[in-house]
């Protein structure tokens, strides 16, 4: 793996015969394409794995590959309640350019209405971990319930795309999910080199990035980034020293994010249990973004 330690491991060492399994794999896919990845994948885990979609043209890509070497690939996607439409135009493209019926996941009705009436629908811009409770609530749980029910899945991740990401192997044992195997085909791939390959196969890809988006999330979370700004630069553009990540491709408190003492002191992000906004309002803040109504109308 050329030296590189996934940082999806690091809450435990790794010395189980399954890690080595996992390691040996990385290696050998590490300078292989993206679709000798997803064939071997497709052979060893289908119908038990499915590729995760959120609207990136990563994902997008991956979809295309997988699809031509078995059309019965399966994805699924989070539905936070809070997409954008034009995210939905993209999935619907995806069932009839490809007849994948995209398998939806949605987060607990009771947990949602429990955290906005308490905090206000835009909470996310008032303080760190109030963000990260939202998408503790909308991705991170609903995630783990559909990987519970996984042996593999498959992550549009790359590289470049920002330093949390900078490590990340190929073939991955995520102890996050239960230790399922975690793939990402295009880790070592440019966004050149996914626009390439999406213009010269016709694949579908999500109308906000001829409007200047470089990465795609829910809509009061992501706006379009400026020339030399990175990919992720859209992604929470308000926090200034965060990791713009949301938990689901690493445990935010391990990034440091949000310490575990201060996710303890809002509940573990869980609104039934206690949690309360007294806590919350005294952790750090953030600085709030221009005009958050605004965002509000993408959504
Ligand atoms: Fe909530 Fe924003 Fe996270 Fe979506 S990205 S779950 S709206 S905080």
Partial sequence: MNGREPIHEPALPVFDEEAEWVHAAAERFENAHASDLLEWA???FHPRMAISAAGGVDGMAIIDMAWRINPEVRVFTLDTGRLPPETYT????IREKYSINVEFEYPETDAVSSLVSREGPNLMYR???LRLACCEIRKVIPLK????????????LRREQWRTRKNIAKVELDRDHGGIVKLNPLADWTADEVWEYV?????PYHELFD???????????????QPGESERAGRWWWEQETDKECGIHCSVGLLGSASDREREQIG???PDNGGGSDAVASLSQTSTPGDPDENEAAS
């Fill in 268 to 270: 573990g992000f869980v």
């Fill in 199 to 203: 213009r010269k196969n016709d694949v």
């Fill in 211 to 225: 409007q200047g988006y470089a990465s795609i999330g829910c809509a009061p979370c992501t706006r379009p980034v």
């Fill in 145 to 156: 319930k559909k990987l519970a029910k996984l042996d593999a899945w498959v992550a549009g």
């Fill in 127 to 129: 303080a760190v971990e």
């Fill in 42 to 44: 497709l052979a060893e």
């Fill in 90 to 93: 993209l999935f619907q493209n």
